[in-house]
């Protein structure tokens, strides 16, 4: 299907004698007519980019849609701007089935369209306009056909990622006989699932999958949808989202809900993507990352606001989420992958683990922003824990009036329990220091200086920032 794209992108470069790119809704590239002629100018840094990276950036997009491009029913111009990299017009022709903008087909205007008429407000579009958009049009009810079919193939994904453990066969079976359709799936291929977190579901309509090797199936995922037998750490996420404590009634402080005095409710989890990859061999995940970092390039993977509580700065973060550009930490997104089957019925759990992956990449920046369940080390047992504000010793620690103190604890702790050390990363006097640490084992009720009351300490600050 890919080739009709580009067969069809190149009768519009034809027809009106202009390079033509063609890009889905979110700017991803699809196909690219050549560029003929000697003139570099042609090549603008914009167009040079899109086709060098696949990809337009969020500020080209931003400033592309302030002209009304997601609006527009008929063709529109797009003048120059050499501050922003768009050294020669465009021309933008819509492309939409039924109503719906699939994605945009952009004509780089070296000069020889600039009296070419476009139509609109009575006035009729010269013939060649009219000839590209009728071209536009069939783009876009091939796009739509894409659409559906991915849209299909993500519902039996996650059928099968939510379905009861005595459903699962029946739901694995239904998914392997439409990728076998649709893609010629070969039954025993190595397969894994990327979770992309958060993901913004607020577009209801389907949109295509990306061209990306090895990428064969993707689903968003609601807030809180919790697996059926994923244990305490699901239900817990899912009782968080609507409200409803998990396994609590009133607690020994006399709070009802699982929510003690003083205490900020759970934030509700945010909603992620699931993507199924086909690896080339069972230890080789090279697909699946390539496939995590096109997609958080996605505008859908959207920041997400620090949680309250989390062990930091006033707005959330440590010194060491804003030491990595792009981190997670520090607000945007962060995807895991689990470990490669050959099973579809093993899918379930492995997005349990590309999920709990995510969630150690987003709170811990040393993962990078997309990590692996099988390098995760100690947040393999950190991502199954219980809400760390349950606990009656630590719970003090994590309100939002001592983030500083818990930012703190969790140095020292990161430092092996050397003031030194703890006190030249966070910048502070060893006094100072000291005199926090006070604080905390006050709050908290625990010796730091026991190795256990350190261990469970430790854990909860973790497993807070999750």
């Known amino acids: 299907m890919r080739g009709d794209y580009q067969q069809l992108v190149d009768e519009i470069s034809s027809a009106l004698s202009a390079p033509a790119t063609l890009e ?96 609109g407000e009575g006035a009729p579009p010269d013939p060649r ?14 796009l ?64 295509p999958l990306p061209s990306l090797p090895g990428l064969l199936a993707a689903c968003a995922l609601p807030a809180g949808a919790g697996l059926p037998d994923a244990g305490g750490a699901a239900s817990s996420a899912a009782a968080a989202a609507d409200g409803r404590p998990e396994g609590r009634g009133t607690g020994s402080d006399g709070a009802t809900g699982g929510v003690a005095a003083g205490r900020t409710p759970p934030a509700a989890p945010a909603p992620a993507l699931a993507a199924l990859v086909r690896l080339r061999s069972p230890n080789s995940l090279t697909p699946a990352h390539t496939v995590a970092e096109h997609l958080l390039r996605s505008p859908r993977a959207s920041a997400a606001p620090a949680a309250a509580g989390r062990p930091g700065n006033a707005d959330g973060r440590t010194k060491r989420d804003t030491a990595r550009n792009g981190a997670a930490a520090a607000g945007s997104g962060a995807a895991g992958i689990g470990t490669a089957t050959q099973e579809l019925t093993d899918l379930p759990a492995a997005w349990r683990e590309a999920l709990d992956a995510a969630r150690a990449a987003r709170a811990e920046p040393r993962l990078g ?10 947040y393999r047992l950190l991502t199954a824990l219980p809400d760390a504000t349950a606990d009656p010793a630590v719970r003090p620690l994590l309100a939002p009036a001592h983030t500083e103190l818990a930012r703190t604890a969790e140095a020292f702790l990161d ?4 003031a030194g050390r703890t006190a030249q990363l966070l910048g502070i006097h060893r006094q100072t220091l000291y005199y926090r640490l006070g604080r905390v084992e006050k709050l908290t009720g625990l010796d730091l200086a026991e190795g256990e009351d350190r261990l469970l300490l430790h854990m909860a600050l973790k497993s807070a920032r999750l």
Request: aromatic share 6%.
């Open 369 to 378: 922003a997309v990590a692996q369940w099988d390098t995760l080390g100690a």
């Open 415 to 418: 430092c092996a329990g050397q």
């Open 129 to 142: 306009i009219a000839q590209a958009m009728e071209t536009a049009a069939r783009i876009g009810a091939l």
């Open 24 to 119: 889905d809704r979110d700017f991803g590239l699809i196909a690219f007519g050549a560029h003929e002629g000697d003139d570099d100018e042609v090549m603008d840094p914009v167009r040079t980019r899109s086709i060098l990276q696949r990809r337009s950036s969020a500020a080209v997009r931003a400033w592309f849609e302030a002209f009304g491009i997601a609006r527009a029913k008929t063709a529109l111009r797009i003048p120059p701007d050499p501050a922003a990299g768009v050294f020669k017009g465009r021309i933008c022709l819509p492309v939409r089935h039924r109503g719906i903008v699939h994605g945009y087909v952009w004509l780089l205007d070296d000069g020889h369209l600039t009296d070419l008429a476009l139509g």
């Open 144 to 207: 739509a056909d894409e659409a559906r079919a991915g849209s299909e193939l993500g519902d039996l994904l996650r059928e099968l990622l939510y379905s009861a453990p005595g459903g699962r066969a029946s739901a694995a079976a239904s998914l392997d006989d439409a990728l076998r359709d649709s893609l010629r799936f070969t039954p025993g291929v190595p397969l894994t699932l990327v979770a992309v977190l958060p993901w913004d579901t607020t577009d209801t309509d389907a949109a």
